[in-house]
């Protein structure tokens, strides 16, 4: 018998329908993805069958869990399963977790509360629990003083000691670099070996990938595809599912070398900190017009500051930037990782391009010129920021960008925000703009599978001493 | 321990500085001071030209202003307040003998608003947009715009005067507290349930909120293990602030219901150009913010592990 079942499962908001019937079976020892991009009705799944739905949104269908039979359009009736029957890992741990509990106290109260121990029974679980998850020690601290990924474990030990046999994961790894996707996914894939139901709703194609199991494919609140993960990922049927999995920085065609023009900008015997803390040193690379030099790196090993170096923003402690002669400072430009907050939100996009332009003497018509290129629609123009979608948002930045006439782009991820059809659009945009404008680009991303794609050469900093100049596929294989 | 020097220095500076503003403050207020401290001491119908002279001369009160100055600050570094131009007794005395009577009205004012204010507000935080929330923040605003002796003389028409449920006045009895209290209260829990209402809606819009029911626990169960302690911490931190309030209406508080505390005897003090007493009960007032504060950063090192790494 199936763990979980649900059937015709719709979502709509005031009459309008975001979410067509969806049915699925969760069975026990074997992982359900649901994939989809941002938009895709995924969540709002999800939602539906945990009864956590913004009270805005009205779902219909059943919900059967074991022998309870629920109306998923009375989600107050769901509320009795949570911790119970299903356990929801949170999209973002850190936050998840009381700042001011210490993390053993989290997860004993679940025991106590929820599933009803005493209390010295429910300490010993507890400390057992965090044990199991390689969190020995751990227990006294409070969520602030644990790295992301100890925050994760702690939460799904809190999230399962009510008793839950059913893991519900909405974007698990939402922000994470490959490493810790990859920690994430056999995190979740040893709860599931303890025995109960593994739901797993992402956009990330390694974690489906990783997870296995079964796979729903999801599009505009409709289901495109569905099947056994790894026959859907190896021979998708549909249109869509193809152009996702293309999508992948995994599955992208290397990009040709170019002929590199002349020299922008060399940089010898780097070194930045942060707060007193040395974030990296001796980094020497030189880039020339059309080249992109990839920037890889964990989270906070220095990767933006390095950017703040470069555009002449930060002082380096160490080691000197050279610019080319003749290039304004202008010439180095960035180009942010939340175009969202990149622009002025209460301003329609046409003035402020219409502002930069002029500010920097650029004919009015090089707008209207460069939207076609950046397959962007002339209407968008009229519209603020909040009005145009993610993608969108960050083709006009990198316009705002070329009206400024760069020869360096430092591109601070770019993408980490985006779907992986829209990533590749505005990497590919990105590449072509180095080609057409003759500007250098230093890309940076926590994806070495996106980074080995692009870049000309590669920069990896962190723990180990920094590499220059090397090709890219050999630091690939050394960040594996 | 970095707190206790941080705070231990400013009490220094606040010494100085209170004893210094008060000193040139009292020497610069309009009128003939021998002739006040006279009045104080023997009444206004016994007080002629004869006995205000004596009292400039006793008190060397033409004397140059600096030297005085100086004089007050070096006692001061000994601790020693002097003596009261009108009573003759140590400050000291006096002070320790009105201040108990402030603290205990001080303390009945707080718990009294921390009984209104909090659970107030944590039920309008749980339901933002609510009945409850919109009705607090009309009577909130209400009562903080209204000035303390307004609401004074309001409840003592209504509850002594009308009702005759509470005496108007007096000091000596658990039932005298009850008024001046609830004046100082109203206006305290007027902040502190607007305070206590940001942190509940603002704490139940965070993912650990979401994540705790999740985890199965009741919304009781929630709000006891994961509300509470998330709201006070900012109200403990505005304590501090309230001190203040609370020190403003004290002495409009204890002047209306001649509560014998220190606010009216440093009303009195004024009146009657008691220069000591009026020095000695500022910096008392002074060093009691400080000693609050630092009080209340202990607290809320205690309460938020985040603020004390």
């Known amino acids: 018998m199936s763990l979980l079942k649900a059937s015709n499962i719709t979502v709509s908001q005031d009459g309008t329908p975001i979410l067509e019937p969806v049915s699925l079976r969760l069975e026990a020892g074997e992982p359900l993805v649901i994939l989809g991009e941002t938009g895709s009705g995924k969540s709002l799944l999800a939602q539906a069958i ?26 107050v009736g769901f509320r009795a399963l949570w911790g119970r029957q299903i356990a929801v890992l949170p999209q973002e741990p850190w936050l998840s977790l009381d700042p001011l509990m210490r993390v053993q106290s989290q997860v004993t109260e679940a025991h106590r509360l929820v599933n009803g121990k005493p209390v010295a029974e429910a300490r010993t679980q507890a400390s057992a629990d965090l044990d199991r998850l390689g969190l020995t020690g751990a227990g006294h601290r409070y969520p602030h003083e644990l790295s992301g990924g100890m925050a994760q474990r702690v939460a799904i030990a809190a999230a399962r000691a009510g008793g839950a046999r059913i893991v519900i994961a909405d974007e698990p790894t939402k922000g994470l ?35 296995g199991g079964q796979m729903i494919v999801l599009r505009k609140g409709q289901v495109v595809e569905e099947g056994p993960t790894a026959a859907v990922m190896a021979a998708p049927s549909q249109a869509y599912t193809r152009e996702l999995i293309a999508a992948d920085p995994e599955n992208w065609k290397p990009r040709t070398k170019q002929a590199a023009g002349s020299a922008v900008l060399t940089a010898t015997g780097l070194a930045a900190g942060r707060g007193g803390t040395r974030l990296f040193s001796d980094v020497s690379f030189d880039l020339s017009e059309g080249e992109i030099l990839g920037v890889t790196g964990p989270s906070g090993c220095g990767k933006s500051t390095l950017g703040g170096v470069v555009l002449g923003l930060i002082d380096a402690a160490d080691g000197v930037v050279n610019r080319a002669d003749g290039l304004k400072a202008t010439a180095f430009q960035k180009l942010y990782q939340d175009p969202v907050a990149a622009f002025p939100r209460h301003r329609t996009l046409a003035r402020t391009l219409d502002d930069v332009a002029r500010r920097h003497g650029q004919a009015l018509g090089r707008i209207e010129e460069l939207l076609p290129r950046l397959g962007l629609s002339p209407a968008l123009l009229s519209r603020r920021p909040d009005a145009v979608s993610g993608g969108e948002l960050q083709r006009l930045a990198l316009l705002r960008l070329l009206l400024v006439r760069p020869s360096l782009i430092f591109a601070d991820e770019p993408t980490s925000r985006l779907d992986p059809i829209t990533q590749k659009q505005v990497i590919d945009l990105l590449c072509e703009t180095a080609r057409s404008e003759g500007c250098a680009i230093m890309l940076v991303s926590h994806d070495p599978a996106l980074v080995s794609r692009t870049a000309d050469k590669m920069l990896s900093l962190g723990t180990t001493a920094a590499k220059v100049d090397v090709t890219a596929p050999r630091v690939v294989g050394a960040l594996r | 321990m970095n707190v206790l020097v941080s705070r231990l220095v400013q009490a220094v500076m606040v010494a100085v500085l209170i004893g210094t503003a008060t000193f040139v403050m009292m020497r610069s207020l309009p009128g003939d001071a021998a002739w006040r401290i006279a009045a104080g001491r023997y009444g206004y119908d016994r007080v002629d030209a004869a006995s205000a002279d004596a009292v400039r001369a006793e008190l060397g009160l033409d004397g140059p202003t600096l030297p005085a100055l100086v004089q007050w600050l070096g006692d001061l570094a000994r601790f020693d307040f002097g003596t009261s131009l009108v009573t003759g007794q140590p400050v000291i005395k006096e002070i320790v003998h009105q201040l108990g009577a402030t603290v205990s ?24 947009g609510g009945a409850l ?32 449920w509470l005496p108007a006045a007096g000091h000596g009895e658990p039932r005298h507290f009850i008024l001046p209290a609830l004046t100082l209260a109203l206006g305290l829990s007027a902040v502190n349930a607007r305070i206590a209402r940001d942190a509940m809606a603002r704490i139940a819009d965070m993912p650990y909120w979401r994540f705790a029911q999740w985890k199965g626990l009741s919304e009781r169960q929630t709000l006891l293990r994961h509300g509470l302690r998330g709201v ?13 309030t609370l020190v403003e209406g004290v002495i409009i508080v204890e002047s209306i219901f001649g509560w014998p505390g220190i606010g009216h005897a440093l009303v009195h003090a004024i009146f009657s150009r008691d220069v000591p007493m009026v020095q000695g009960t500022a910096l008392m007032l002074g060093l009691g913010f400080v000693l609050i504060n630092a009080a209340i950063d202990l607290a809320v090192n205690r309460l938020d592990p985040r603020t004390a790494s």
């Open chain 2, 133 to 164: 929330d919109r009705a607090l923040l009309v009577a909130s605003t209400g009562l903080k715009a209204a000035p303390q002796f307004l609401i004074a003389l309001v409840l003592i028409v209504l509850v002594a005067v009308q009702l005759r």
């Open chain 2, 105 to 128: 009205l001080a303390l009945a004012a707080l718990l009294l608003s921390l009984l209104i204010g909090p659970p107030l507000g944590i039920l309008a935080g749980l339901r933002p």
């Open chain 2, 232 to 244: 006070s911490v900012p109200l403990v931190t505005y304590l501090g602030l309230q001190f203040v």
């Open chain 1, 50 to 75: 945990m009864g956590t739905l913004p009270r805005d949104l009205a779902a219909r269908g059943q919900v059967a869990l074991g022998d309870h039979l629920l109306d998923a359009a009375r989600p």
């Open chain 1, 177 to 211: 670099d490959a490493a810790r996707r990859d920690d994430v996914a056999d995190l979740l894939l040893a709860e599931l070996a303890r025995g109960g139901g593994l739901l797993v709703i992402t956009h990330d194609l390694a974690l489906a990938r990783r997870i």
